[in-house]
């Protein structure tokens, strides 16, 4: 049998649970009476608000326009009106003001048959344009605005266009469910991303453990005489960090502090491509997402489409609830997800997942002295040494830190998943490099 592709260096092997979901079909949500929109979805400039209180809004209309080319629109996911301009906190710690919807009024798309666009005249600028509109991110965690990612630096080549639907976070599901349930709309953002790139090759990047998302893909590709090799990988956890997913396709390393182009490559996550697909062929802002609910402490598991600015305790009771109380409430995968300490944290368009974890699967303990193990340096997959850039933050050298790596960090959550002693790796990072980044603006 023929062996499958990984990256060669470090990574785990977590407990995957994703049999709690993975079976279940995409549901819609229920529609938020409340819904808490926050301006800055997205890395880059936060939009800037265009609505004030007592405003009615419409489904799908813009209430936050980008400001700069590192910016995407936000829009309205339900007709309502504006109630009240709130700050709040979002678990990764961004602070950002939010817009709050009370729901009123007519649906301008729920229910209703769309018509398909005829995009094909449009140039690549206009596409692009109609991306940041849209508010299109990438939404496998990053959110970095998709209009720039397309934008490669004069000169450079995009020799692969990878999609991603590896999802190596256990738990979730949502990927695998949208590669089974949307694969038309899949291809059909992908001839969108074609007329902007202009490929050499589109690999279709999926984990050995959707053999049916693998089948599904392989059999469209058949049916309609696709161009696009379908990549089985190996299960390794971070196999769907872009780094990573591209040194298994390509076996080339993105340099430090690169970024994928510079290998020739643009990597999309596959709820990306399914979101261009969304705006172009149907004119729909990106105002739901798919997201897997699960943990052990969820009664039932499920798989939603949720609008943007749903609160996260809506979404769990729709789940039925607890089945005990959770140790800890999680926005994202396990591993490189943030905590959950307002439940009225609203679903953005990065959040992949909400996990009720008991305390049997966080495997809390006290955390102890380091033991030089050396553990921590043996899974991570950057080849960094977790244990010594801990110890530097720790003592405040942010300086020290950097020069030994600290920003090539993917926050993968490796080193913290094996260390004997619990020691926050992570978070240490986290901290580190948040701290590093103000001190350069202040500077
Ligand atoms: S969190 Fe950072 S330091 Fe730790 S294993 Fe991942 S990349 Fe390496
Ligand atoms: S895994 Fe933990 S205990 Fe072992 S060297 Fe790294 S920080 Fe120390």
């Not at 326009?65 to 995407?72: A, N, Q, Y």
């Not at 344009?129 to 496998?140: C, R, S, T």
């Not at 409430?329 to 992949?352: E, H, Y």
Request: glycine share 10%; charged share 20%; net charge neutral.
């Amino acid at each position: 049998m023929k062996r499958l592709s990984t990256f060669p260096k470090g990574g785990v092997h977590p407990p995957g649970r994703k049999h709690l979901a993975h079976s279940l079909p995409l549901q819609n949500a229920s529609i938020p009476s409340l819904s808490i929109v926050p301006l800055s979805q997205h890395i880059g400039s936060p939009a800037e608000c265009v609505v004030s209180v007592g405003d009615v809004v419409r489904e799908g209309m813009l209430i936050g326009k980008p400001t700069g080319f590192v910016s995407v629109g936000i829009h309205s996911p339900v007709p309502g009106t504006v109630k009240e301009l709130r700050r709040i906190h979002l678990p990764n710690g961004v602070q950002t003001d939010a817009v709050c919807i009370e729901l009123a009024g007519e649906f301008d798309r729920l229910g209703k048959s769309q018509e398909t666009v005829e995009w094909e005249n449009m140039s690549a600028k206009e596409l692009l344009d109609l991306f940041a509109q849209m508010g299109i991110v990438g939404m496998g965690g990053a959110t970095f605005p998709t209009h720039v990612k397309f934008s490669p630096p004069k000169g450079s080549r995009v020799e692969f266009f990878v999609i991603n639907g590896v999802e190596c976070e256990p738990y979730l599901c949502a990927d695998h469910r949208l590669m089974l349930e949307k694969i038309r709309e899949i291809f059909e953002g992908l001839r969108v991303i074609r007329k902007i790139l202009d490929p050499e090759q589109v690999l279709f990047a999926i984990e050995a453990n959707k053999p049916d998302a693998i089948e599904a893909v392989m059999s469209y590709c058949r049916q309609n005489v696709l161009d696009v090799k379908v990549m089985p990988l190996h299960v390794k956890y971070p196999q769907g960090d872009e780094k990573q997913v591209l040194k298994a396709l390509t076996g080339r390393e993105v340099p430090s502090g690169g970024l994928p182009i510079d290998i020739g490559a643009v990597v999309s996550n596959v709820g990306t491509v399914n979101a261009i697909y969304e705006a172009v062929c149907l004119k729909k802002p990106l105002i739901e997402r798919a997201l897997t609910v699960s943990g052990g402490a969820v009664k039932n598991p499920a798989n939603l489409k949720a609008r943007i600015g749903t609160p996260v305790s809506q979404l769990l009771e729709e789940c039925g609830g607890f089945s005990e109380m959770p140790e800890k409430i999680v926005m994202g995968g396990p591993m490189m997800g943030f905590t959950v300490l307002d439940l009225d944290t609203p679903v953005t368009k990065g959040t992949s997942g909400i996990l009720a974890l008991t305390g049997a699967e966080i495997r809390s303990a006290n955390q102890t002295a380091c033991i030089s193990c050396g553990s921590c340096i043996s899974v991570c997959p950057l080849g960094l040494n977790p244990r010594l850039l801990y110890k530097l933050v720790d003592h405040l050298d942010y300086g020290g830190a950097v020069e030994a790596g600290l920003m090539d960090c993917k926050e993968c959550g490796c080193c913290g998943f094996v260390c004997p002693a619990h020691i926050p790796l992570v978070q240490g990072m986290r901290l580190g490099k948040r701290i590093h980044l103000k001190n350069r603006k202040k500077a």
